[in-house]
């Protein structure tokens, strides 16, 4: 039987996302595999101990590169380029691999031969060992690189064939932040959606965002939210948005500073202090959750 694969999302970052993933994976322990695929911001890595034991490069898109020794430097490129990706540095005609976007039209109109277009190394993506006997599969973009919902497409292949040769149970992913093509990209096939949201004005804009997006997948979810009494108002606001959608909320959590001290001490609230209020509330959320998957 393949992995039941959870994808835990937020229309923005510092909602607890992360945290609330990693309390998952702790949870679940051996029965996962976790897929980090916040990839612009990884950092689930931190909470969760990797090991990075395995690293494979990960390549995307073209990049022109210029032979120096048959350029004669004529300009006919850098003309051409709208990019504004060539410039001249000592004499010598030069891309900016930042900002080349692979669009050949350089190579074709110099007249020597001079430029190639070669393959691009924008990442790393690995696979390590994590805390309670499981493994993540994570990644990291190169500075100013894009692509990055190509990566994470590759972080979601690469976790479903552990998940496969490891006979896992489940997959808890960490989503990318946002409504953008590395969202849409963290959220194919998944079984059941996690929205996580805070109980403020931007996190129901936000959260109503992420569900229209949601929809047009037509993709189960659940919710949680966050800091719920930080205003009752809004809370309630996104409680009745989320009878609407016929979303169940498996969880309210309240503000507590036991969320930033596991945080600063890179664990997972349920491993920093498992008996309290607020742990004791992410696992019910859990339970609740492999409850919706069929699973208890
Ligand atoms: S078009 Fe070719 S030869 Fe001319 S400057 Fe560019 S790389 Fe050099
Ligand atoms: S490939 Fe396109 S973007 Fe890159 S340097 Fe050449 S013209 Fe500019």
Redesign the pocket.
Known sequence: MSAKEIVVISGKGGTGKTSLSASFAYLEGKNTIVADCDVDAANMHLLLGADFEKQEDFYSG???FINEDCCINCGK?KE????D??NVIDNQHR?DNI?????????RVCPTGA?E?KTQKVGDLYVSNIKKESKMVHAKLGFGAENSGKLVAKVKTKAKEEAAKLNKRYIVTDGSPGVGCPVISSLSGANLVVLVTEATVSGLHDLKRVQKLLKTFSLKAVCIINKYDLNQKITDEIENYLKGEDIVVVAKLPYDETFTKALSEAKPIVEYDSDCDLAKSVKDSWKKIKNILGDV
């Open positions: 073209e990049v022109a490129c051409v380029c709208r990019f990706a060539i891309v900002s080349c976007e692979g669009c050949w039209y350089c190579s430029i277009m």
